[in-house]
């Protein structure tokens, strides 16, 4: 399944995104946690600026 997305993603306009992951620390447990999202290539420092 996961081969399917990753040859989709490499041609055509999916080359244009990015598949962002960012880890944040959890203020009530103090554990980690991380959201992914697949981004544009123009939206890659808005995604990891915002909190």
Do not use: P
Not at 13 to 24: H, L, N, P, R, S
Not at 26 to 47: L, R
Request: include cysteine; charge should be positive; proline fraction near 0%.
């Amino acid at each position: 399944m996961a081969k399917k997305v990753v040859a989709a993603l490499k041609t055509g306009t999916g080359k244009a995104f990015t598949k962002c992951i960012k880890m944040t620390k959890s203020d009530k447990t103090g554990a980690y946690q991380f959201k992914e999202e697949i981004v544009h290539n123009d939206h890659i420092k808005d995604f990891f600026g915002k909190k």
